[in-house]
């Protein structure tokens, strides 16, 4: 079974600090995913990565960026957080870069930015 | 914009009976749709998938329907059990994404399956 493991289930961080959320998944799998989860709004790309040291913005990498130096390892980093970043943070890992290929997920971070 | 909808965002369904939820898309170069099941306090798992050049596809007690023509599928649950309350996400991809593994969520349908 394909495993992705995010560091943190729960974060409190206050606003202006550096926020590292890191994932680490165990498939040898070329893509990865950070998603944020919020009421109403579903699950939006922030960052994906194909292969490592690449990446790609997703549908709201405002505030975000990314760091793939690792196939294995995909860290999301706040640099400045603030309270709008308060949310569920998701990670997701899949093979192969074509369309049949289903997300896997870890547990999630949630973060709380006061 | 919101090219994945799902505009029912709970629904409360009796143990043995179906269920029905239901996506639209906005997007006509989606050409793969999957749905995704999360509990509480945890990530989404993949359930069932279908491809565009389907109209249909069967695992199980779930189905899912497409019908491209209106740009709407839906996923059919018989019968429904109780562990399958749960939030359920509709997804879809395609060339135009950029990648055709970027996946597009729907805003979630939270099912109850009452006894």
């Known amino acids: 079974d394909v495993k992705v493991t995010q560091s943190s289930r729960y974060l409190v961080k206050r606003t202006g600090e550096k926020v590292f959320l890191e994932c680490v998944q165990d498939?040898?799998?070329?893509?990865m995913f950070w998603y944020r989860q919020d009421p109403g709004l579903g699950l939006r790309l922030i960052y994906f990565?194909?292969?490592?040291?690449?990446?790609e913005k997703g549908d709201i990498p405002e505030g975000y960026s990314v760091s793939r130096e690792k196939k294995e390892r995909f860290s999301l980093i706040l640099e400045s957080a603030s309270t709008n970043q308060t949310s569920m943070y998701l990670c997701?890992?899949?093979?192969?870069?074509?369309?049949?290929?289903?997300?896997?997920f870890g547990n999630g971070t949630r973060l709380t930015v006061t | 914009d919101q090219q994945v909808k799902q505009n029912s965002p709970s629904l409360s369904v009796q143990e043995g009976r179906i269920s029905i939820l239901n996506c639209d898309y906005t997007n006509s170069m989606f050409d793969y749709f999957l749905w995704y099941k999360k509990y509480p306090a945890e990530g989404p798992t993949f359930l069932i998938s279908?491809?565009?050049?389907?109209d249909k596809n069967e695992d199980g007690r779930f189905t899912v329907f497409l019908n491209k023509s209106a740009k709407h599928l839906s996923l059919h649950i018989v019968p429904s059990q109780p562990g399958d309350s749960a939030v359920y996400f509709c997804?879809?991809?395609?060339?135009?994404?950029?990648?055709?593994?970027?996946?597009?969520f729907g805003t979630g349908t939270r099912l109850q399956v009452t006894l």
């Open positions: 498939m040898d799998h070329e893509n």
């Open positions: 990565s194909y292969d490592v040291k690449m990446k």
């Open positions: 279908i491809s565009s050049i389907k």
């Open positions: 997804a879809a991809s395609g060339l135009n994404t950029g990648t055709a593994s970027k996946l597009t």
């Open positions: 997701a890992s899949s093979l192969f870069r074509v369309n049949n290929s289903p997300l896997h």
